[in-house]
């Protein structure tokens, strides 16, 4: 199981270039490869997001720079996860609601060479 708190942390120690992005990127293959079966979907998107980016850093499409300015976009975003159960003298059962809300930076264009 991959916790997003464990990406985020590993994130933080590659912007501050205590963690290469060599060994973000082994360590984010390794811990990947199942965490479908068993990780939050908010971690899920948070490696999503980092294996794209890093996809198109080695496709030439990011800098490093543009690279580290998306890592920190990443880690700038807020995500909140509710879950909520209503119950009721008339319900049959309970009703269970889980919403998850991001709060994303503002999007810009990507410059194409």
């Known amino acids: ?3 997003e708190s464990e990406v985020r942390d590993k994130l933080r120690a590659v912007l501050s270039n205590v963690l290469g ?5 082994d360590w984010l293959a390794q811990v990947s490869w199942t965490m479908h079966r068993d990780s939050e979907p908010s971690a899920q998107d948070l490696v999503s997001s980092i294996q794209l980016l890093l996809d198109e850093y080695e496709a030439g499409a990011l800098t490093h720079q543009e690279l580290h300015d998306e890592f920190s976009a990443l880690l700038d975003q807020l995500v909140i996860s509710v879950s909520i159960t209503v119950t009721g003298a008339h319900a049959i059962r309970p009703a269970v609601s889980t919403a998850t809300a991001y709060l ?9 060479a």
Do not use: H, T, W
């Open 21 to 25: 992005l060599d060994e973000f990127a």
């Open 104 to 112: 994303v930076p503002e999007l810009r264009p990507l410059a194409l």
């Open 1 to 3: 199981m991959v916790q």
